[in-house]
Nanobody, 132 residues
Framework: QVQLVESGGGSVQVGGSLRLSCLASGSTASIRCMAWFRQAPGMAREGVASVYNRSGGRIWYAGYVDSVKGRFTITQDKGKNTLYLQMNSLKPEDTAIYYC?????????????????????WGQGTQVTVSS
């Protein structure tokens, strides 16, 4: 099993930046796909960015939802078992609870969109609030 713990959320003004972290523990060697989702009040959980490893090698591929392209960057530090989401030029519509997710299958991350139901491990979420 994989356990995920997010941190780094907070309140910022429009145009500000935050960096979210997700520390993975447990069976981390099984992870082939990790993603950030977000959920605003009354809205469905939305995939924001993902990284996945196709063949168990060293190359990880990243993808982003259109609304965050050019503003958010997903990275990972394998040595620290940590996934990051650098968020710049934040907008009020970025306000949401942000969740880290992981799965042992590449298919969870490699499609055009990400389905929350395809991910087997989730963190508890961290609140991001962007005010104008």
């Amino acid at each position: 099993q994989v356990q995920l713990v997010e941190s780094g959320g907070g309140s910022v003004q429009v145009g500000g930046s935050l960096r979210l972290s997700c520390l993975a523990s447990g069976s981390t060697a099984s992870i082939r796909c990790m993603a950030w989702f977000r959920q605003a009040p009354g809205m469905a959980r939305e995939g924001v960015a993902s990284v996945y490893n196709r063949s168990g090698g060293r190359i990880w591929y990243a993808g982003y939802v259109d609304s965050v392209k050019g503003r958010f960057t997903i990275t990972q530090d394998k040595g620290k078992n940590t996934l990051y989401l650098q968020m710049n030029s934040l907008k009020p519509e970025d306000t949401a609870i942000y969740y880290c997710a992981a799965d042992a299958t590449v298919s969870a991350c490699s499609g055009a969109a990400w389905n929350a139901g395809d991910f087997g491990a989730w963190g508890q979420g961290t609140q991001v609030t962007v005010s104008s």
